[in-house]
């Protein structure tokens, strides 16, 4: 098929950037998106133009690198999958597709369609964990039953791959659905219950500073999350908080 | 003289790690302060060791070049970690666990490092769950566990189809703690260039800064490599895109040796090459062979029937098929090891059984499986005489659950729904048992420079079990650097923070902006896809799932032809001060360029067939193991380690002679 590609250009974090037109002629339909941007940037790099930097590395939909807004959407049309796994039998022969970045104020372009989420690894420093140094002498991994729904639901939120759709498809860019897929994760299961106040107090308060916007409770996230995150984990999220709030010394 | 010592401690095999433990040296806990140790990788391997270290008072500095830590390669591993935990109670124990890990690597790995990794096992599991990674759980609310290929007992640890993703996170948030802490500096976007050796001790090395294209000179006293595989050098490969082998090739420029490089696990259940544009290969779990039965059709006219459309899968009846695993190896089925089941299905294909387009593919079919889990379901709800509908129905759903994810994404590559058409699959790189050599603590033949994870060569021997990498790269990263790193650096306490503005420094940081210049000002005519694509072409034709002399001889001479064109035609884009990714993968395609050709001298050297690396001339001739793999133990009873010798295609092998005191060396026979 044919198509035509509106694609955002920016040469760097300064520069003001623009959509570039790029038509693009003999896509197959079993290429992914990100094997389309492939042929187009082989193309531009023989004729002597800049390739379109893009982020992306696993290409399986498991390491969040990858992060396009398509036509209006983050990772494309399609749900619960990433711009990786869009597969370009989802469009139709003679379509043109916008193709933009994650646009947030905590997430700066670097170039072209790359943007850095450097607030997400500084969030997860601020709290994201459990406090237990490598030890040998641990008790029995079988000593602590846990029962099957509440490891299935903290698997659930553990699935987060920390792509940022979720910051970018929020019309207030907020980080909601990230920290509390990790706060929500820990507060369920018994190794993370002992530190639970800190850590939701910590996370949210990094998160703030890093200029993620407020929660509206539009939901828009959770149809975009590509790992389904629910919206009942920032439900449990905000009664962390809460109780963690009116607790605090 | 060789400079291979592996330093296998003395006395009897399983006090060995205990004892080495208790008797090394050690540094003072005022003294770790001291010391400045650099990990470049943050998989599974890095994440672990850095934590590890910063816990332990190190002052850690930590590498990866994606744009966070929590997206290294190891993120992508799907089915499972093992561990010798025996709590399915179907006699599991270290020692099992350590003689399947030998024999599944085809004995070519090191007693004593297989047998500490079986020990250290049991303590993974603890440690992982103690830092809230959510493994699957049965209904007593107790850890669930799974088979994989080539063992007959249930020691695999998963969390659904996503246990790299899951112990990753659990290291990286380790990992997060001491960053918040201010004990790891963590530089993301940042590719380390090469290592830098001071008076014969590694003691620093050269990154490039990603997003300003900065070259940075960062000193410590001891170095980890930490970097994962090569696998790409095949170019397709179910590897991350930007997995690669600079970090150790560097190192193996710069005196570290490279052992083993040919050894390449080809996975066989992957989802095939669908065409010119193709980029990677997605991997279908292992896992999935628990449930699937792998065939083709029996007879060449059913094959070339599907091929063209005429029939499918579902229309050729149950005595038409050849469940070719089933057959030829009955007592492990489909679950033989993952160079077996790969030789196997490339076998039947290159006789003409392939079943899509391109002749090469196999069946995954889970249509037996499905029906088996709805009839126990129906038994189990109280239903009585069951409609097949309701049957295929409920077992769906099971098979769901277990599987839905892999299921899922198999469905949105291919666009074909496999619950209900059997999957089509093909081998593909996925791992490379290969990497630089290290002795029994970890360290390369350079002085203070370590190799951890998939980055060394230690303990898969010629083929990897599933389930083990994930193993290995926490065993090393949270259970044996920290111990053996502190035994080399104890002489370290004294000799302050290291000088980067040294000739040493200033030679490496000058050969890595020479290179950058060169890439930039060659006015080529070719992207560096173009290239990598050829080199990937002429590894999977002459040096993959089946090798000979004539085409590794061949092999060799079109890498060198390929290599030369590289740097007389490539063309790169953009500036070295900005953020540049085809100046990035110029980088990592001239190394590879470079290794292809040390793999297939390797390869060529060992003239035997063994695990992972198939030598055509070396295979049993007749009888009941007509066509397996002959291994010839009284030649090749050692690991290859290669030194480098100041020119591509040039190099010295050293041999590691291996020997057995436990395991006894015998046919691998999987019949
Ligand atoms: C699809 C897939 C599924 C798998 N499933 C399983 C499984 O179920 N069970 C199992 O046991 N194994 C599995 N494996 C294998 C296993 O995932 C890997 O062997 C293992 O994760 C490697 O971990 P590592 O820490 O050694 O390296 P990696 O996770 O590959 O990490 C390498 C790190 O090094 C960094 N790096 C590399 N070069 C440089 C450089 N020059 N400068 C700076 N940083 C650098 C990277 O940024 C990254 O952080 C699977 C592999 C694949 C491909
Ligand atoms: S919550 Fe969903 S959208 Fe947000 S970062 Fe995690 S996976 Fe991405
Ligand atoms: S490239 Fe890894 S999720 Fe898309």
Known sequence: MKLTLKIWRQKGPKDKGKIVDYPVNDVSEDMSFLEMLDVLNDDLVRKGEEPIAFDHDCREGICGACSLFINGEAHGPGRMITTCQLHMRKFKDGDT??????????????????????????????????????????????????????????????????????????????????VAAKVSQFALLPQGKVEAKNRVLAMVEQMDKEGFGNCSNTGACEVECPKGISLEHIARMNREYLAASVTKE | MSKLDSKIPEGPMDRKWTDHKGHIRIVAPANKRRIDIIVVGTGLAGASAAASLAEMGYNVKAFCFQDSARRAHSIAAQGGINAAKNYQNDGDSTFRLFYDTVKGGDYRSREANVYRLAEVSANIIDQCVAQGVPFARDYGGLLDNRSFGGVQVSRTFYARGQTGQQLLLGAYSALMRQVGKGAVKMYDRHEMLDVVVVDGKARGIIARNLITGEIERHGAHAVLLCTGGYGNVFFLSTNAMGSNVTAAWKAHKRGAYMANPCYTQIHPTCIPVSGTHQSKLTLMSESLRNDGRIWVPNTLEDAQAIREGKKKGSDIPEADRDYYLERRYPAFGNLVPRDVASRAAKERCDAGFGVNKTGEAVYLDFGAAIERYGKLEANIHNIENPSPEKIKELGTAVVSEKYGNLFDMYENIVGENPYLHAMKIYPAVHYTMGGLWVDYNLQTTVPGLFALGEANFSDHGANRLGASALMQGLADGYFVIPYTVGDYLADDIRTGPIDTKTAAFDEAEKAVTDRIDHFLNNKGTKPVDDFHRRLGKVMWDKCGMARNAQGLQEAITEIRQIREEFYRDVRVPGSASEFNQELEKAGRVADFLELGELMCMDALNRNESCGGHFREESQEMDGPQKGEAKRDDANYAYAAAWEWLGEAGKATLHKEELTFDVVKLTQRSYK
């Open chain 1, 97 to 178: 597709i916008h193709v933009e970045p994650w646009r947030a104020e905590a997430f700066p372009v670097i170039k072209d369609l790359a943007v850095d989420r450097g607030a997400f690894d500084r969030i997860q420093a601020a709290g994201g964990f459990v406090s237990v140094n490598t030890n040998g002498n641990l008790v029995d991994g079988n000593a602590l039953p846990i029962p099957k729904a509440d490891a299935d639901t903290a698997f659930d939120a553990a699935t987060c791959i920390g792509c940022g759709a979720c910051v970018a498809t929020c019309t207030n860019s907020s980080a909601m659905l990230f």
